[in-house]
């Protein structure tokens, strides 16, 4: 007989959420796993003692990670979806009769909450990892990526300098006002005016001038909108922390540096932080190997290699890490040659040796006029010696010396690309790139790291260290300690093979007879 389904709905019901969840389900094992209760005590001076109550602290954060586990950046949206879900009103501690939270509160505490208390829920999960044995410490692999930030190209202002903004415009740039007007300019004083030096205006008035002569190569240059934007001269009204940043074969976009530390044993984030798109990396890697190796040091952890990209080389960094006690693993620059072609470098006199067997010595330090300062050896030569030489042409050109300039971390980098050519060197290499970055293909595609929903670098940082935590959450608990299989372990086990063939074949009565000799002995 056919049946036919009749729904009503009933006025009273005994419903108990608990038995509705498989003991399997990955929220009843992440709730049992996780105990956020110290953020009462952390959050406790961020309230008043009066006035009415707000969102649990413990229930924020949960859901915060619920939006970055389903990989939804919307607080609206994270709304809607946990009231769908058993398994994540389960997970929070609400009833199906109960309402969540207000979307608007999670934003309101997101803001009220500084990085320490991110980062101190970070830390706890890191110490989980550490404790269930997923962390080794001892490599740790760095790399970054630009993450999109809330900021739009067509609300780009220009900077104002010292004088006349209309007179500027003439001077440098050709576009005069944004293609979509922002409704408030959160930009402080400092970010609206223009800090470049003349030298650098100048070779933007050149670059632009290129531009608009070859822009038509260029894939959709011929649309109305198509400029060219530096942050020299521009600024994003609407967030003012993002930066302009382009990589080979894509289009400029206002975005956030996203910088990560993994470890290689099983891929367990140990630092995230956001930064300035604008920076180099070697400008960040003192700030990441201070944090993390502090980090470490507390959690009982010592680290001793560092496999990282080229964009990390500098002979200040290859210093800076030998100081600390890290053995780096980090390409140079193409632009380092080691010295001169036909010179040879003699060590302990400080001097090089050219083809015609004449010093060209050392004489002093000198700073090179850019951003970086950087500090470089200057060498020179006798014009007596240069006098009459066959190589003087192709060697020092019109000029009456011969001139070397190199950086005085030259040793630094020759005990690094040491270590790169080295066996080991290609084994880092094969690490960092199976490490980091397809940890970081994970972030951005399935942890909510694609685009940075708020403004501001302070809440990048807490979205950075919120998508992580949520990673390594999951990575915790899919996690399998493996039985500890040793030479010892085998070598027992044979030995008791051996011994029960031997039983077998022979009968108590000689094997007596067979290991009497060897008690005597």
């Known amino acids: 007989m056919q049946g036919k389904k009749h729904y009503q709905e009933k006025f009273f019901t005994s419903f108990q959420l608990s038995e509705h969840i498989p003991e399997n389900n990955f929220y009843r094992r992440l709730k049992e796993a996780l105990d956020l209760s110290f953020l009462y005590k952390s959050t406790q001076y961020y309230y008043g003692k009066c006035g009415q109550d707000s969102i649990d602290p413990v229930v924020f954060y949960k859901l915060c990670l619920v939006g970055y586990l389903e990989n939804i950046t919307r607080d609206r949206r994270l709304i809607e979806h946990s009231k769908m879900r058993l398994d994540i009103l389960y997970f929070l501690g609400y009833d199906i009769d109960e309402p969540l939270p207000w979307h608007s509160t999670i934003s309101r505490t997101r803001q009220l909450f500084p990085e320490a208390i991110f980062e101190q829920v970070f830390n706890k999960i890191l110490e989980m990892c550490i404790s269930k044995g997923m962390v080794s410490g001892k490599i740790q692999t760095i790399d970054s990526a630009p993450i999109k930030a809330n900021a739009s190209m067509d609300s780009l202002e220009l900077k104002v300098p010292a004088e006349e903004l209309d007179e500027h415009i003439r001077k440098v740039r050709y576009m005069s006002t944004p293609d979509r007007k922002a409704k408030e300019n959160k930009a402080p004083k400092h970010q609206r005016t223009i800090t470049a030096s003349e030298r650098e205006l ?27 934007t530096s942050n020299k001269t521009h600024y994003s009204p609407t967030d003012p922390d993002a930066r302009i940043s382009v990589k080979p074969g894509k289009a400029r976009k206002l975005n956030y540096l996203s910088q990560m530390a993994v470890d290689t044993k099983e891929h367990v984030i140990t630092h995230i932080h956001a930064d300035y798109a604008d920076k180099k990396d070697s400008q960040c890697l ?77 004489r002093k330090i000198t700073i090179e006029k850019n951003k970086n300062n950087n500090e470089k050896k200057l060498y020179l030569t006798r014009s007596s010696d240069c006098k009459g030489c066959p190589y003087k042409t192709e060697c020092a050109g019109k000029a009456p010396e011969k001139r070397i300039t190199i950086t005085i971390y030259k040793e630094e980098y020759e005990r690094a690309i040491e270590r790169i050519n080295s066996s080991k060197g290609k084994h880092m290499k094969k690490k960092r790139q199976s490490t980091v970055e397809p940890v970081f293909g994970s972030l951005t595609n399935y942890y909510g790291m694609r685009k940075v929903n708020t403004i501001g670098i302070e809440q990048a940082n807490k979205v950075m260290m919120m998508a992580a935590t949520a990673y390594n ?43 009497e000799p060897i008690i005597l002995l």
């Open 202 to 228: 100048k070779e933007i008035k050149s670059r632009n001038k290129k531009w608009h002569n070859d822009q038509d190569e260029r894939p959709g240059a011929k649309h109305n909108k198509a400029k060219y």
């Open 286 to 362: 003192s700030q990441i190997v201070n944090k993390l190796q502090w980090r470490l040091h507390r959690m009982g952890l010592k680290w001793k290699y560092l496999p990282a990209d080229t964009g990390y080389s500098s002979g200040e960094n290859y210093a800076f890490l030998e100081e600390k006690g890290i053995e780096s693993y980090i390409p140079p620059h193409g632009t380092y040659k080691g010295g001169p072609e036909g010179f040879i470098y003699h060590k302990e006199g400080d001097y090089w040796l050219c083809r015609n067997n004449k010093k060209v010595t050392f």
């Open 473 to 515: 959450l999951k990575k915790y608990l899919k996690f399998k300690i493996k039985p500890l299989k040793n030479k010892a372990v085998k070598v027992k086990d044979s030995f008791s093979c051996l011994l029960a063939q031997i039983w077998s074949i022979l009968s108590p009565s000689k094997l007596t007879k067979f290991f």
